[in-house]
């Protein structure tokens, strides 16, 4: 995916790694585990803002999912960096509630593409907004742990935080 060079960045710490944020006048544009995602952009090029105040709300409500006293983000979000489909995916992983799993076959069926299970789960792995679009409450149908850009140790400790693994 490419990036503009007008977004702004930081970096804050979390149980499961360092995370990679950065945000858009629009909103938070990713939200990437550095050290392990495939797809985690060079940040070179953007401005170390960690004071923006989206970058800030993020770090925050971050800190309070892991340590258990959030459920929901409140966060203004800017997805505009994908395709029109990555974009109806990654919207669709939004309605996913807290300590609810899915599987591909029904997400693809929420966002009217049934037959479009393979290229679903590529959009899914290419989540630009880790954790807070939340990917990793896809699951195969089987109930198996699939597929997580970050990983599937992060993916089921992301999952034991909301009480499902």
Known sequence: MKYPDSLVCSRTDSPLGPLLLAASEAGLAGAWFVERQRDTPDPARWAQTPGHPVLQQATTQLAEYFSGRRQHFDL???LTHGTAFQQAVWQALLGIGFGQTTHYGALARRIGR????????????????????PCHRVIGADGSLTGY???LDRKTALL???GIA
């Not at 049934?114 to 679009?133: D, E, F, H, Q, T």
């Open 149 to 151: 850009a970050g990983g």
């Open 114 to 133: 049934p037959k479009a299970v393979r290229a679903l789960g590529a959009a899914v792995g290419r989540n630009p907004v880790s954790i807070i679009v």
């Open 160 to 162: 034991r935080i909301e």
């Open 76 to 78: 203004p979000l800017d």
